[in-house]
């Protein structure tokens, strides 16, 4: 499906990187149209970084940027530049919102603070998303997707125990809460914005978004005035629960049982009798003041089965059980996704075909289309010709003084 429920709304595009990206993503695959603003003189640091296809670097070929910035526009302006700055207002002035993941004064620096912009557009919806938000006495300070992690605890919380902080592997701040938190407020402001005619500033801190997603832990930290402990994979109110080693190579399952059936189940799938029967384990408080006991056993009878055994035998049951799956599995293999077509093959002009995940719905029962990434500046020449009519002699200039680098 070729979604155009959103055509008609433009935005100027200034974010960059991971949050601000994908949340501007969102709106661009449902067919606004987003002009991503931006510029060789310090370029997108997700288009340096990588991954790359083929192993190839190129300002084109990163798949990281690809996944961000599906369907959108380039337009290549040296914000360093004056003229430059002025073609963006220029391009504010149509656009309905701007949007940008910059520190605080950054924008204004640039001559695009709210007031500034409100003056050219004044029903413009203003959306900022800086790590701490636009005051307080952080507000000055950056960071990234782990920095991010490490201040709103998700550092803290996915420990294995005390004194042993791994983090959760990836930049969650970058990829979950936070680019969807800024799309539903943008949302919600254009709707108010068609009742009203009014426009808003945003002021989305990443740090309280990302608070959002840390969850029932700051509950339980308000409710009892501690921190809930550090369990890992653990349950403080279900055994066994966690991550056992399966027959093969690095080959996991995921097991949690949650009810005292489910134990006896697994005791007697596990060919465990004496299990069955230990009174001392029939509950879970039981299980519990016995962990390490228990999980040896599991583990033991684990280690000489097949992951996809396990699961066969378990799930039947109604033992909840997963197997382990690492990215290639979820990619090559797995049965449900490959069903679903979640899988979009997107051919790009420079590297080919582009494999890319697809929004995680479909709508009466068909996915929307992905449209490819832009490559660098693509439709710079399009867009200051054809929106804000350029002639070409005067896009020409201004590309020879550097002005769209």
Request: net charge neutral.
């Amino acid at each position: 499906m070729q979604a155009d429920f959103l055509k008609g709304i433009r935005f100027t595009d200034l974010t960059w990187a991971g949050a601000g990206p994908f949340g501007t993503k969102v709106f661009s695959d449902f067919g606004a149209e987003v002009l991503k603003v931006e510029s060789m003189t310090r370029p997108d640091s997700v288009r340096t970084a990588g991954p790359f296809k083929d192993g190839v670097s190129g300002i084109n070929r990163s798949g990281y940027f690809a996944s961000r910035n599906t369907g959108k526009k380039s337009v290549a302006l040296n914000l360093k530049t004056e003229e430059a700055r002025r073609i963006v207002l220029d391009l504010v002035a149509g656009s309905d919102v701007v949007s940008n993941n910059f520190g605080p004064g950054a924008m204004d620096r640039l001559g695009f603070s709210y007031e500034a912009l409100r003056e050219i557009k004044p029903d413009i919806i203003y959306l900022s998303m800086p790590m701490y938000g636009q005051d307080g006495p952080r507000a000055a300070l950056l960071g990234v997707g782990m920095t991010i992690s490490a201040v709103t605890s998700l550092m803290w919380q996915t420990a294995y125990g005390p004194g042993d902080l791994v983090g959760p592997g990836t930049h969650y701040p970058d990829h979950a809460a936070n680019p969807y938190h800024a799309a539903f407020a943008v949302l919600a402001a254009l709707a108010h914005r068609r009742k009203t005619g009014r426009g808003m500033k945003i002021d989305l801190s990443q740090v309280e978004s990302t608070a959002n997603f840390v969850g029932p832990a700051l509950v339980e930290a308000s409710a009892t005035g501690e921190n809930p402990p550090q369990t890992g994979n653990r349950s403080r109110r279900h055994a066994p629960h966690g991550i056992f080693r399966a027959r093969g190579g690095d080959t996991w399952v995921a097991l949690a049982v949650t009810s005292d059936t489910q134990w006896l189940a697994l005791a007697q799938a596990m060919g465990r009798a004496d299990l069955a029967a230990d009174a001392s384990l029939a509950d879970a408080a039981g299980r519990l003041a016995a962990l390490q006991r228990v999980e040896q056993a599991v583990e033991a009878w684990t280690r000489t089965q097949d992951a996809q055994d396990i699961v066969a035998l378990l799930r039947p049951q109604g033992i909840p059980v997963a197997s382990v799956a690492n990215s290639r599995e979820l990619i090559e293999t797995d049965p449900q996704l490959a069903h679903r077509r979640y899988w979009q093959h997107i051919e790009h002009p420079e590297v080919g075909p582009v494999l890319l995940g697809s929004l995680p719905f479909t709508v009466d029962g068909e996915r929307i289309d992905l449209r490819r990434p832009p490559l660098f500046g693509e439709h710079t020449r399009q867009v200051l010709g054809g929106l804000l009519g350029l002639s070409s002699e005067r896009i020409e200039a201004l590309n020879e003084r550097g002005i769209l680098s």
